[in-house]
């Protein structure tokens, strides 16, 4: 039996190792503290609890990614893709991530704290509790999203779409301008102090929605929303609603 030579093993375990470092990123067995790479492939990787603060993931494809619990704050990048993603407790506290893929992605009780997601997309994705506080999503997409209990207070939602699942989430002194909230499920939402100024809301189910105290809504938004059941509203609004619309105070 001819036997190898010790050159021939050493390229042969080179040539594996290179493979395996290419391959990295489908099932990431680096150390959680480890910087990412900018571009990398994290498809379906285990990234529980990673410690990426302030780190840049542009192009970075985390699609299926397991990033529970993990501390992301400060990240920044463009063309990040986190669809599907595992992102339960994960902190984004100020991370920059313009345009961003978050569809059918889950974010239970996440903290969005002052994060800037304009344009970014949460399609079918489960906000659930998130603290999303100061948070700028302008342009955001989050239609089919589960955002109950969410808490935008103070956030820019000017021009989003949140045509979602949004019983008993918080906006008080939220920017709602010209966002599309028709069809929305705002049950026990809060409104004090919110800008819904052009704010789109035909057909939405506002039962037991708190809208004392927000700000440039009309009579005419209000008269095309599916039901104002128990709501809340200022006297200037309440009273000629319920004079040329009494309809809608009707239990649906």
Same mark, same amino acid.
């Given at each position: 039996?001819?036997?190898?030579?010790?050159?021939?093993?050493?390229?042969?375990?080179?040539?594996?190792?290179?493979?395996?470092?290419?391959?990295?990123?489908?099932?990431?067995?680096?150390?959680?503290?480890?910087?990412?790479?900018?571009?990398?492939?994290?498809?379906?990787?285990?990234?529980?609890?990673?410690?990426?603060?302030?780190?840049?993931?542009?192009?970075?494809?985390?699609?299926?990614?397991?990033?529970?619990?993990?501390?992301?704050?400060?990240?920044?990048? *463009?063309?990040?893709?986190?669809?599907?993603?595992?992102?339960?407790? *994960?902190?984004?506290?100020? #991370?920059?991530?313009?345009? @961003?893929?978050?569809?059918?992605?889950?974010?239970?009780?996440?903290?969005?704290?002052?994060?800037?997601?304009?344009?970014?997309?949460?399609?079918?994705?489960?906000?659930?509790? #998130?603290? @999303?506080?100061?948070?700028?999503?302008?342009?955001?997409?989050?239609?089919?999203?589960?955002?109950?209990?969410?808490?935008?207070?103070?956030?820019?939602?000017?021009?989003?779409?949140? %045509?979602?699942?949004?019983?008993? #989430?918080?906006?008080?002194?939220?920017?709602?301008?010209? #966002?599309?909230?028709?069809?929305?499920?705002?049950?026990?939402?809060?409104?004090?102090?919110?800008?819904?100024?052009?704010?789109?809301?035909?057909? @939405?189910?506002?039962?037991? *929605?708190?809208?004392?105290?927000?700000?440039?809504? *009309?009579?005419? %938004?209000?008269?095309?929303?599916?039901?104002?059941?128990?709501?809340?509203?200022?006297?200037?609004?309440?009273?000629?609603?319920?004079?040329?619309?009494?309809?809608?105070?009707?239990?649906?």
């Amino acid at each position: 039996m001819l036997k190898k030579e010790p050159i021939i093993e050493e390229l042969i375990l080179k040539e594996l190792n290179r493979l395996d470092n290419n391959l990295k990123g489908r099932g990431f067995e680096g150390d959680e503290n480890e910087a990412p790479v900018v571009g990398q492939d994290y498809h379906n990787a285990d990234l529980r609890g990673v410690d990426w603060v302030g780190c840049n993931l542009t192009g970075c494809n985390l699609l299926d990614a397991d990033l529970g619990s993990a501390d992301l704050e400060y990240v920044y990048g *463009t063309g990040v893709i986190f669809e599907g993603a595992n992102m339960e407790q *994960t902190n984004l506290r100020g #991370a920059h991530l313009p345009g @961003a893929n978050f569809r059918v992605s889950t974010l239970k009780q996440a903290i969005l704290v002052g994060i800037n997601l304009q344009e970014a997309t949460f399609l079918m994705a489960d906000i659930r509790r #998130a603290n @999303a506080k100061d948070a700028n999503f302008q342009g955001a997409f989050f239609r089919g999203a589960s955002l109950q209990g969410a808490n935008f207070g103070g956030a820019d939602l000017r021009w989003a779409n949140l %045509q979602a699942h949004l019983q008993g #989430a918080i906006f008080g002194g939220a920017n709602l301008q010209a #966002a599309y909230l028709s069809e929305a499920n705002l049950e026990d939402a809060e409104f004090p102090g919110a800008n819904l100024q052009y704010t789109k809301l035909a057909n @939405a189910y506002l039962v037991n *929605t708190d809208l004392i105290g927000a700000k440039n809504l *009309t009579i005419n %938004q209000l008269s095309e929303v599916k039901t104002l059941y128990n709501a809340s509203l200022d006297d200037e609004l309440l009273v000629p609603l319920k004079e040329k619309y009494p309809n809608l105070f009707k239990k649906p």
